[in-house]
Structure formats: C-alpha cells, structure tokens
C-alpha cells in the first residue's frame, strides 16, 4: 500500500534537546494527524490538523500543516525519556479515499538521558 | 473520551483454527471503523473499511474471505481471521472514526496474534 515519505527514520537525542521530524507526500491531503505508538499497543493520537498553514500544540508537542498541503511537521521540545516511541503521521485527501489515512514509514526517537 | 478497546489482546491458535477479534467505541459512536495490520518495525498498513450495517471494503490484496469483517451496530466492529495459518500472525489494529466532532480516528491497543 501506499505510504508518507516520514523523515528522519530514526534519531537518537540527548535528554532536554528539541526534536523536529517531518512528512511529505506528493498528493495533497485535508487533514494530517501526528500519532505515538509505544512498542505492542496501538498508536495514540497526539494532534490532529486541518488547515493549511494550521498550527497546533498540545503540551510540548507542536505540529504544523505545511503551506502546499503536501507536508507536515512535528516538534517536541524539552524531550524527557517518555518521548522515546514511534512517531507516525497520517494524512488524508483524494489520494488517500474518503475517511481514509495513508500513513508515513514512522520516525523511531530514542531518548538518551 | 474517545476510547476504543480491542479483544483480546493477545491469542495463540493452531493452524486451521478461526480467530475472531473484537472492535469496540467505548464512549463514542463510529459509523466507520478500519481494520490495520502491522509487522515488526512497519508502518500500519489498511486491510479494509468498516461501515455499520454494510458490507466492508477490502483493500487490494486482502483476501475478503479469509478476514472477514462484520459491523453489526454503532460500537462494535468484528475481524474473524479464517483458517489461520503462521503467515497470518501480526499485529491488528483497530480504529474508529468519530460521527460527531472533527474528522479524526482512535486507536484500539492492538491485538497479537500467533499461529503455530
């Protein structure tokens, strides 16, 4: 199936850095979601955006929906080691169906403390 | 708010054997719920859509009569994994999109599944 170009794959931080991660796509979407998944449960939704240009916070965690819709980013500042997870964007639009998400390949952040 | 559970959360059948897993809109109602699968270290990939008191829509690839989907009410979504073999062990996701509010969709905790 079809999937987000998510970027980077994986990063390794130190404890208290800022962290940015972003998705691209060649398709345009309506709504983007920023989700984390912790190893064997099922992803948590973390901010959800649906207007070009929108950003959004919740808590240390700012998102953006990128100008040309084809983008999103995250950041997370301050990182603490609960930070550490896979983070996973979902965009949907005409490319993805009605109702539907395409998600990205997911970036892995690991937290050193 | 919006809860989404999945049982059970984990299952260990032989080979041959039917697996039903439950999907289920805790404090919401979803007319829409969507079936995932994923594999170690992957990103979630769609197997198909659900709509209450519909048939499901299969992605391509999905073989509709070996992962059957049943939506029988507003809270509740079914996936019975037919004839189970060892290729079939995963992960499966479950998620459901919320009638009222903005469009969005909740995750269920997921659900192991083993095939010896």
């Known amino acids: 199936g079809q999937q987000l170009n998510q970027s980077p794959q994986s990063m390794f931080i130190q404890e208290g850095e800022d962290v940015s991660m972003n998705c691209t796509s060649s398709?345009?979407?309506?709504?983007w979601l920023w989700y984390k998944q912790d190893p064997g449960e099922g992803p948590v939704l973390l901010i959800a955006?649906?207007?070009?240009?929108e950003l959004t916070s919740n808590g240390r965690l700012t998102a953006q929906f990128g100008i040309t819709r084809k983008d999103s980013f995250l950041n997370i500042s301050a990182s603490i080691p609960s930070d550490v997870g896979i983070y996973f964007c979902a965009g949907q639009g005409q490319a993805s169906g009605t109702y539907k998400y395409i998600f990205g390949t997911g970036t892995r952040l690991k937290v050193l403390a | 708010g919006a809860v989404v559970s999945q049982h059970p959360s984990w299952v260990i059948c032989k080979s041959g054997t039917s697996v039903k897993i439950e999907c289920r809109s805790l404090?919401?109602?979803?007319?829409?719920m969507f079936w995932y699968r994923q594999f170690p270290k992957q990103s979630l990939m769609l197997m198909a859509t659900?709509?209450?008191?519909?048939?499901?829509?299969?992605e391509q690839g999905v073989e509709k009569d070996k992962f059957l989907i049943n939506h029988a009410s507003l809270t509740l979504s079914t996936l019975t994994v037919t004839s189970a073999h060892p290729e079939d062990s995963s992960f499966y996701i479950c998620?459901?999109?919320?009638?009222?509010?903005?469009?969005?969709?909740?995750f269920g905790p997921g659900t192991r599944l083993l095939v010896l």
């Open positions: 955006l649906y207007k070009a240009g």
């Open positions: 398709s345009i979407f309506n709504t």
């Open positions: 998620s459901a999109r919320e009638l009222a509010g903005k469009e969005t969709q909740y």
């Open positions: 659900s709509n209450e008191g519909s048939k499901a829509t299969y």
């Open positions: 404090d919401f109602q979803a007319t829409t």
